[in-house]
Nanobody, 114 residues
Framework: QVQLVESGGGLVQAGGSLRLSCTDS????????MAWFRQAPGKQRQRIAE???????DYEDSVTGRFVISRDTAKNTIYLQMDHLKPEDTAVYYC????????WGQGTQVTVST
């Protein structure tokens, strides 16, 4: 069974940076189009960044220019580099296929303080 594991979250001040990582147990990251999602308290989970199998990327408007998604095929890992963080970026961050058809992992908490 596919198991997605996210890491790299934490507490950071506004304007700071974090890099999130996601790996899996079945090498799906290297075979599938992947995405990062986030869920803020009281809100629905939202897809914020995606990367296709060919490396094309796309971003939700609120993170464009601040976040970068990338894939390291040798490490079977996708990353989310987050710069210029804002308090409104506070959420639990998850990775999944773009269409989110794999079981959700536990996510990683990102908290941005003012």
């Amino acid at each position: 069974q596919v198991q997605l594991v996210e890491s790299g979250g934490g507490l950071v001040q506004a304007g700071g940076s974090l890099r999130l990582s996601c790996t899996d147990s079945n090498n799906i990251i290297n075979r599938d189009a992947m995405a990062w999602f986030r869920q803020a308290p009281g809100k629905q989970r939202q897809r914020i960044a995606e990367i296709t199998r060919t490396g094309r990327t796309d971003y939700e408007d609120s993170v464009t220019g601040r976040f970068v998604i990338s894939r390291d095929t040798a490490k079977n890992t996708i990353y989310l580099q987050m710069d210029h963080l804002k308090p409104e970026d506070t959420a639990v961050y998850y990775c999944n296929a773009i269409l989110a058809y794999y079981p959700w992992g536990q996510g990683t908490q990102v908290t941005v303080s003012t």
